[in-house]
């Protein structure tokens, strides 16, 4: 226990001063910031050059009977001035290129309705009347149609009715929560895990091209190297998903406007224990693909072979994200419990499962047992291969050299 300690702390201490750690922390901080920080800088661009396109609207026949007005109201990115004396065409043409108005927009009624003369520099440049402002033209003008009926207030009520949508599930377990939060969460998970179970290996290389690695396997295990190495860079992943985490919160309560992510992130279905059981995926996901990272970094003895080395492991890493994922846009499909027990993507997949309602107790505890079982399955062969490839200063070894390796061990 004591050697597994010194190990851990070994790996924690040499990963915390290393440069590239520094510097990437500072980074994704600095990131975080400005990110937290885009709706502000883009209000100021905003106000600072008065973005908003300016349309001229001509209504000298009183078609919408003064409540154009009403448009400079919406939340839009357009600014209306109405006149309603008559302009011609060579007034509208001079004030547009003049750049008074990037547009003008004139009302003349025809035998069937309302004709629009729409005069633009050019529409290439600006475009099409747009679409949320033709629907305002034309609520306006139902408007003042209807008002002219005198019909009671219950037959304006028929006229607006809304629908009530009652929706019936079939599914026992039917999905519910924010899914694209989910989603994103999961994402989040993914690059955790990989970029953590990564460190293990990019570790152990450098050590073993320095010459350290020597030293440590003359005083301890190689059983303790691998799970303390794991293990230390399992902590100094935590600590920054910590900091990380504690610098979004923060920036989220200080740059961003209260409720602003009410409407994009709905994380309400998140209670405790749906939390502790994201921690006890989060970690048995890193030590399922961190050992594997380990016996790939034990086969290389130079740096830049780790990553042809890490290939295999990246591409099953990946292959089970996108399962969990992609198995995520149809939450009641069964490809979702597939998901959710294969140890590749149930760190991706069963916590976020439970979020949505679609899991089972059964399915839950199932799910963690072949988890569990499968780091201790993966944890034994890579200790075997370990032990053996690790002083291994030639070629990187092959599939074919770990398998004949690991049956030597037996």
């Known amino acids: 226990m004591k050697d597994l300690i010194t190990v851990a702390e070994f790996t924690i201490k040499s990963m915390l001063k290393r440069k590239s750690f520094i510097i990437s922390m500072i980074i994704i901080l600095v990131l975080i910031i400005i990110g937290f920080n885009i709706p502000n800088i883009l209000n100021k661009i905003t106000d ?5 396109s ?4 001509v209504d000298n026949e009183n078609i919408f009977e003064g409540t154009l007005e009403s448009l400079n109201q919406m939340d839009s990115a357009y600014k209306f001035d109405i006149v309603t004396n008559n302009l011609n065409n060579e007034e509208i043409k001079q004030k547009i290129e003049n750049g008074e108005y990037d547009c003008c927009l004139k009302f003349l009624r025809n035998e069937t309705g309302v004709t629009i003369e729409y005069t633009v520099e050019s529409v290439a440049s600006f ?3 747009p679409e949320e402002v033709l629907e305002a033209f034309n609520m306006l003008y139902t408007n003042v149609q209807i008002s002219k009926l005198n019909l009671t207030p219950e037959e304006l009520q028929n006229l607006n009715t809304t629908f009530e949508v009652k929706v019936t599930e079939t599914d026992e377990n039917p999905a519910s929560g924010d899914q694209f939060a989910i989603m994103l969460l999961s994402l989040a998970l993914f690059m955790a895990i990989h970029f953590f179970a990564y460190q293990v290996s990019s570790s152990i290389t450098t050590e073993k091209t320095s010459r350290i690695m020597e030293t440590l396997i003359t005083s301890t ?3 303790t190297i691998v799970l303390g190495k794991t293990i230390g860079a ?3 992943g935590l600590i920054q998903i910590i900091i990380i985490g ?6 989220a309560i200080i740059f961003l406007p209260k409720g602003a992510l009410d409407g994009i992130l709905d994380v309400s279905n998140i209670t405790p224990m749906l939390g502790i059981l994201i921690v006890v995926y989060f970690i048995l996901g890193y030590f399922f693909f961190a050992l594997l990272y380990a016996l790939t970094g034990s086969t290389v003895s130079k740096p830049e072979d780790v990553n042809s080395a890490n290939s295999p492991i990246a591409i099953i890493e990946v292959a089970g994200f996108y399962l969990g994922y ?5 939450p009641s499909s069964k490809i979702n ?3 959710s027990i294969l140890p590749i993507s149930s760190p991706f997949s069963m916590p976020f499962r439970v979020i949505m309602g679609t899991a089972t107790t059964f399915q839950i505890v199932l799910s963690v047992a072949v988890l569990v079982l499968s780091v201790i399955l993966v944890a034994q062969i890579s200790v075997k291969i370990y032990s053996s490839a690790i002083l291994n200063y030639g070629t990187k070894l092959s599939f074919k050299d770990m398998l004949k390796i690991y049956k030597n061990k037996e």
């Open 127 to 129: 475009g099409e009347i």
């Open 54 to 57: 300016k349309i001229l609207l």
């Open 221 to 223: 295990k190689p059983r």
């Open 246 to 251: 504690i610098t979004a919160v923060i920036s």
């Open 337 to 339: 419990v597939l998901a």
């Open 234 to 236: 399992g902590i100094v």
């Open 326 to 330: 992609f198995s995520m846009l149809n």
């Open 48 to 52: 600072d050059n008065d973005w908003n």
